[in-house]
Each structure stands twice: as C-alpha cells, then as structure tokens.
C-alpha cells in the first residue's frame, strides 16, 4: 500500500534530484532537496486538509488530483506563479519576467518580494475562512471542548466568518497603512493592495467553497431520490457528481495554492533561482498529494479522531503567520513548527482518545 501510493513521488524525487545535479552540479542536489523537505514541513497541515475534502471523492477523481493536480501544483504554482506575480507587480510581459527570472536573479527575487504583501494577504484570507468555518461549526466531536463549545454557539450567527474575516482584513490593512504612513507614499499603495488582494481571497473562498457545497448537496438529494426509487434521477445524479467532483476538486486546487504561499515565498531564503526552486517545491509538493491520498485510502481521519481538529489550527496559525509577516518577516521554521506541533497534538490527543475508549 504504502510502495502504490509513494511511488510517484519516489519517481519525481529521482528525476529532481538527477536534475538539478545536470542543471548545476552537487551545490543544485543540496538545494532541492532542502526546498523538497521545507515544502513538506510547512504543507503536512495541508495533507490533513485534503484528506479530509478527498476522501468524498471516487478513486477516478483521486487519480485525478494525483495525475492533473500535481501538475497544476508543480508547473503552475512553483514555477509560473512567480513569473506570473513578477509580471503583474512590475508590469511586464511574460516572456520578460522569465528572461529577467534567468537572466537577473536579484532583481527578480527582488520584485516577488515586493508583491508579498498581496500574495500573504489573498492566502491568509482564504486560509482563514476555513479555519472559522470550522471552528465556528458545531461538531459532534471536539478536541478542546472550552474553546470550541462557545465559539459553536456563537456560529450560528448567520455569515459571522465572513464578519469576523473582514473585520481581521481591516485591521492588518491599517495596520499596514500605518507603516506607509511613517515610510512613504509607496507603501501606501500596498496598504490598498492588501485590502483588495484580501477582499480576493474572501470573494475566491465563498465561490468556489460555495459552488462545491451546492453541488454536492444537489448530487444527495439526487441519491435520495434515487434509493427511493426514482429511476428518471438517475442520469441527472450522474451529471450531478461529475459537477459536485469537479468544484470540490477545483476548491481543493485552490486550497492547495493557498498552502504553497508560504512555500514559494520561503524558497527565496534558500535560492532565486526558479528551476531550482521549482525541483525542490515539485518533489515536496508530489509527496504531499500522496500523504493525502495515502491518509484517505488508509482511514486515517477515522481512526485519528481529533487529527483535523489539529490541522485546521494550523491553519489558522498559518493565517496568522501570513496576514502578520505583510510587516513583519516570519522565520519559515517557526511557521513548520507551529503547524507539526499542533498536529501532533492532536495526534497524541487521538491516541489517548483511542485507548481510553478501548479499555
């Protein structure tokens, strides 16, 4: 079980690893395989995550996520989505933002730098929501009961996350205004660049979390209807899950993108250099879409009862981490940190939680 599902990632780890020793020698194979681990410390939280949303999911859209996903993983957002915001922030075309990423590395990292800002701001936006929409619902199970029982009861306030996030937005963009105004006019069009880019992130959680809710409603009730024996459903509840599949997979690659800010973003402490950069976060990224699926397969969720509760945390902490490194720089140890300890929390929580209901 274990061989069938890493063996992708055994692959690409061999082929990144051989490539970037043909790329730039022995000093590129340390490179990639540092960026390879920091890309799986910082996104185990991620796996968790995943795991939780593709386990809804038939073994065809599984495959799916580890075939067609990866590469949206790998190719657009370890290697194109830099290109992309270099060209967006500084305004140039895209084959000048690679020939710049190739040909001035300093500058480049320099100008991904710049655009931080609205890249932290997007990512911890929608990485909140999820975080409030879990800990504002009421579950049967609860990990910390004294925190999570009044925050359940305040949920049933309508569209409070979205209160609670945008208030959260507000504040980290004035914030960052009050930087601007003691550094110049410059920052503070970054100020404005937050709030928008956060209003983005918002706006992209609610429509694509929402499409993929409704869908995935229509398709129960459409299997309702058909256990009741409503044959004339039954094309239609076809239709229905390819459509309920498609937006909770495309939520899930959205999810993903949120995660790999931080990584990205924490690549440039290692190297400037994008192929490098893209190896390392390629292989990283590969073994995490097969922890997720290897979690999903095994029943891991199940069996670990309080594991999600410790990976939205992190994700909240991730969030955190995000919207206050727009002025402050975070160490990318403490933010892997952050995230392993409160997962194995609630992994010790779960175990605990085990033998206490089997004795």
């Given at each position: 079980m274990l061989w069938k599902t890493f063996r992708w990632a055994f692959a690409v780890t061999a082929v990144g690893l051989v490539g970037g020793v043909l790329y730039d020698g022995w000093t590129a194979f340390g490179i990639v395989a540092i960026?390879?681990?920091?890309?799986?410390?910082?996104?185990?939280?991620?796996?968790?995550?995943?795991?939780?949303?593709?386990?809804?999911?038939?073994?065809?859209?599984?495959?799916?996520?580890?075939?067609?996903?990866i590469l949206i993983?790998?190719?657009?957002?370890?290697l194109l989505f830099p290109v992309v915001i270099v060209s967006v922030s500084a305004r140039l075309a895209p084959q000048e933002a690679v020939h710049l990423a190739l040909t001035d590395k300093?500058?480049?990292?320099?100008?991904?730098?710049?655009?931080?800002?609205?890249?932290?701001?997007?990512?911890?936006?929608?990485?909140l929501m999820i975080f409030l929409d879990f800990i504002l619902e009421d579950r049967g199970t609860k990990w910390l009961g004294r925190v999570e029982r009044p925050l359940a009861r305040l949920g049933r306030i309508d569209m409070l996350s979205v209160c609670v996030a945008l208030v959260v937005l507000l504040v980290t963009s004035m914030t960052f205004a009050t930087q601007a105004h003691?550094?110049?006019?410059?920052?503070?069009?970054?100020?404005?660049?937050?709030l928008v880019s956060g209003v983005a992130g918002l706006v992209t959680y609610l429509v694509v979390h929402g499409l993929?809710?409704?869908?995935?409603?229509r398709l129960a009730g459409e299997?309702?209807?058909?256990?009741g024996g409503e044959a004339a459903g039954n094309r239609s509840g076809v239709a229905l899950a390819g459509r309920a599949a498609f937006f909770t997979f495309l939520y899930?690659?959205?999810?993903?993108?949120?995660?790999?800010?931080?990584?990205?973003?924490?690549?440039?402490?290692?190297t400037n250099d994008i192929v490098l950069m893209a190896l390392g976060l390629g292989i990283g990224a590969m073994y995490v879409r097969s922890l997720t699926v290897y979690l999903v397969r095994q029943g891991t969720l199940d069996d670990y009862v309080y594991l999600e509760h410790g990976a939205h945390y992190a994700i909240g902490a991730l969030a955190a981490v995000l919207l206050v490194s727009i002025r402050y720089e975070v160490n990318d140890i403490v933010t892997g940190l952050i995230g392993v300890t409160l997962i194995g929390a609630a992994f010790w929580s779960s175990v605990r939680f085990n033998r206490a209901t089997a004795g």
């Open positions: 960026l390879a681990v920091l890309e799986i410390s910082l996104s185990f939280d991620n796996a968790v995550i995943n795991a939780g949303i593709l386990k809804k999911l038939n073994t065809f859209w599984q495959r799916i996520f580890l075939t067609i996903g993983a790998v190719f657009g957002m370890r300093e500058r480049y990292q320099e100008l991904v730098t710049d655009a931080h800002p609205s890249i932290a701001a997007f990512g911890g936006m929608f990485l003691q550094h110049g006019g410059h920052h503070a069009d970054k100020a404005q660049t937050v993929s809710g409704f869908f995935e409603a299997q309702s209807d058909e256990e899930l690659e959205v999810l993903d993108a949120s995660f790999s800010f931080d990584g990205v973003i924490g690549a440039f402490a290692v």
